[in-house]
């Protein structure tokens, strides 16, 4: 990627389900490597495409003042979907106003900036919905570029949870991080 390559942030529809599922099908194969784990899922099992497809036509349509909506976004360079951030709401009514967030990026996109520009869309985005007041986040714990980049853009840790994932037969902590969009 270099200067004259363009760029483009957006929220994601269905029309690009397909093209986000592989992306997020390749982060996924990257995760375990050089023991940086960030994905939940063991590098033994296949990725779990027509299950995530299924939930995701179902959330991805949900209205933002019902349980369990999602919103995604994606950089785009050249037409490719080469990263992503989603918030999710809870399961529960009483819980609307705070969304827990998710991102991936591939991996020769990264240090590039990207990241930062992606969250400050969805937190721009957030800021600007009257109902969300959180946005909540956990980073497994070795991934010190992941935490790194939240602490830049606001996150704060509020919390550490031990072996929070079994990945494996690796043992993963999990930070626990927030901001307040209010």
């Known amino acids: 990627m270099n200067s004259k390559d363009s760029i483009e942030i957006r929220l994601l529809i269905l029309d690009d389900l397909e093209d986000w599922l592989e992306q997020c099908k390749i982060i996924d194969s990257e995760s375990g490597v050089n023991d940086i784990y960030f994905g ?3 590098t033994n099992d296949a990725f779990p495409t027509d299950e995530i497809r299924e939930r995701t036509i179902d ?5 933002k003042d ?10 785009f360079h050249q037409d490719k979907i080469v990263g992503n951030a989603q918030i ?3 399961e529960l009514p009483t819980n609307l106003h705070r969304v827990d967030l998710g991102i991936g990026i591939l991996k020769e996109y990264r240090n590039k900036g990207l990241g930062k520009r992606l969250l400050y869309t969805v937190i721009q985005w957030c800021r600007e919905r009257p ?6 986040l956990g980073v497994f714990s070795g991934n010190k570029n992941a935490k790194a ?5 606001g996150f ?4 550490y949870k031990e072996d929070c994932w079994l990945i494996d037969g690796k043992s993963i902590s999990t930070t626990l991080m927030s901001m307040n969009v209010k």
């Open 40 to 42: 939940p899922y063991s």
């Open 59 to 63: 959330r991805w349509g949900k209205s």
């Open 66 to 75: 019902l349980p369990n909506w999602r919103r995604a976004w994606g950089i």
């Open 88 to 90: 999710a709401a809870g």
């Open 131 to 136: 109902s969300i007041h959180w946005i909540d």
């Open 149 to 153: 980049l939240f602490e830049k853009v």
């Open 156 to 159: 704060k840790k509020i919390g």
